[in-house]
């Protein structure tokens, strides 16, 4: 991968649990970044931590980042079936101005 | 909504063929990406560009080339399509700054015959 490793790669859980996905990176940073893509359409932001940052919350959403680790978690609460998409997260490569994708996370809200 | 948009949605072209994919953003974005995507989900970086008249190979090499006359455009072109170069194509722009997120296009889904 370009950029590290996603864990889980496939993640399938009942509605209302709580749903986990990590990711690895290999280079410094200065920004890390989670979208939502849903099946076969573009990706849409969701949050973007900075690297001074050790969490971050919005609604549903929780990130935390460690940057000693060079990894990242994102928790989505109280999940719901339309939280049914592949997650990505995404770094600056440190400060390079590109933006590089992990492997994502395959993630399935069963009703 | 995000104002940045690629076309064709799909294409389907024979061996051979010259083949150019738009894609454009009235954001007023300095950097945008081009992303090759197939269907195992990983999103490689096969271009990305900072500016007007920049523009910079990714992690991904690809037999593809790119320019950037106009800020809002940012073509693909492929001289000679081949089977190998089947995927999905994905166009993003970000704003000046380096904390800004990145906005995506829906992305053209190529198939070469």
């Known amino acids: 991968s370009q950029q590290g490793e996603e864990d889980p790669q496939a993640l399938s859980i009942q509605e209302g649990e709580n749903a986990t996905m990590n990711c690895s990176y290999k280079t410094s940073i200065n920004n890390l970044q989670w979208y939502r893509q849903n099946s076969g359409r573009g990706l849409v932001h969701l949050i973007l931590i900075r690297s001074n940052e050790r969490e971050k919350h919005s609604g549903r959403l929780r990130v935390t980042l460690d940057t000693s680790k060079k990894s990242s978690s994102l928790l989505i609460t109280a999940s719901r079936a339309a939280d049914t998409a592949s997650y990505f997260c995404a770094t600056d490569a440190g400060g390079a101005q590109k933006l590089v994708f992990g492997q994502g996370t395959r993630l399935t809200i069963n009703p | 909504e995000a104002d940045i948009y690629q076309t064709p949605r799909y294409l389907v072209i024979g061996t051979g063929k010259k083949i150019t994919l738009e894609c454009s953003q009235t954001?007023?974005?300095?950097?945008m990406y081009w992303y090759q995507q197939d269907p195992g989900m990983e999103l490689h970086l096969i271009h990305y560009?900072?500016?007007?008249?920049?523009?910079e190979k990714g992690d991904l090499s690809s037999e593809s080339t790119v320019s950037r006359i106009r800020t809002e455009h940012f073509p693909l072109t492929l001289e000679s399509a081949r089977p190998s170069h089947t995927s999905q194509y994905l166009c993003?722009?970000?704003?000046?700054?380096?904390?800004?997120?990145?906005?995506f296009g829906q992305g053209t889904r190529l198939t070469v015959v």
């Open positions: 560009s900072y500016g007007v008249n920049s523009t």
């Open positions: 954001m007023g974005h300095d950097k």
């Open positions: 993003a722009s970000s704003g000046g700054s380096w904390d800004t997120e990145a906005f």
